[in-house]
């Protein structure tokens, strides 16, 4: 079974741009979450998406945002992109059975640098 | 909420020597806790997972993690490492069981091995 994708792995942006990420989970997954790495603030949380819905969303302005397609597949964007936007995106993904903890499944990550 | 602290950025061993991970936690419900590693310019990769089964948890790659409710404490451990160790390992832990979950992760411990 294929792993979570994510396109493009790298980008480069300038500061003001707009950014689409992408990401495609594993066959049967419906849940996707976005997380956002950075050297300073770790691993943070962006937003979950379930049945093309938003579910969960963490503290980032409303310059992140997302959606989600009929077939799971799920993209992020962000606008005005500021300098600390620099970071690797990590999708996830999760079957979401319910009553079970479902375990996340990691993407590659996209790594954007804003200039 | 819950909250994850590793302590320490940086663990070095000796190759074939005993690898110990600190993680603690915080929560107010039983948690659900996950060890993840990060190789360079990859994503993360799940070693494995606590979910009340079990307190011993083994994962892949030889490491195992002990929950201990009295120390709020779930460290990794592996008996012997190997060279192909050296990476990242984070921990983290579940914002809630099964649906609408994001995980919350700690800061990180890169381990070295040395030859």
């Known amino acids: 079974k294929a792993g979570v994708t994510q396109t493009p792995r790298y980008l480069i942006k300038t500061r003001g741009q707009q950014v689409t990420l992408s990401c495609s989970p594993i066959s049967g997954h419906r849940s996707v979450s976005w997380y956002q790495q950075t050297p300073g603030q770790g691993l943070q949380f962006l937003f979950e998406?379930?049945?093309?819905?938003?579910?969960n969303k963490g503290n980032f302005p409303g310059r992140f945002s997302g959606r989600q397609f009929s077939n799971s597949r799920s993209e992020m964007n962000v606008s005005t992109l500021e300098l600390g936007d620099s970071a690797l995106y990590l999708c996830?993904?999760?079957?979401?059975?319910?009553?079970?903890?479902?375990?996340?499944?990691f993407g590659p990550g996209t790594r954007l640098l804003v200039l | 909420a819950q909250s994850v602290t590793q302590l320490g950025s940086h663990v070095s061993v000796s190759e074939g020597a005993l690898v110990l991970l600190r993680c603690n936690y915080s929560?107010?419900?039983?948690?659900?806790l996950f060890w993840y590693v990060q190789y360079p310019n990859q994503g993360l990769q799940l070693l494995l997972k606590y979910t009340s089964a079990a307190t011993l948890v083994k994962g892949i790659n030889g490491f195992e993690a002990e929950f201990k409710k009295s120390e709020t404490s779930f460290h990794l451990t592996k008996p012997s490492a190997h060279m192909r160790d050296a990476a990242e390992y984070f921990c983290a832990v579940s914002d809630s069981p099964g649906a609408n979950s994001k995980l919350t992760f700690g800061k990180g411990i890169t381990l070295s091995v040395r030859p």
């Open positions: 996830a993904s999760s079957f979401n059975m319910a009553g079970d903890q479902e375990t996340q499944y």
């Open positions: 998406y379930f049945s093309e819905t938003q579910r």
């Open positions: 929560s107010s419900v039983p948690p659900y």
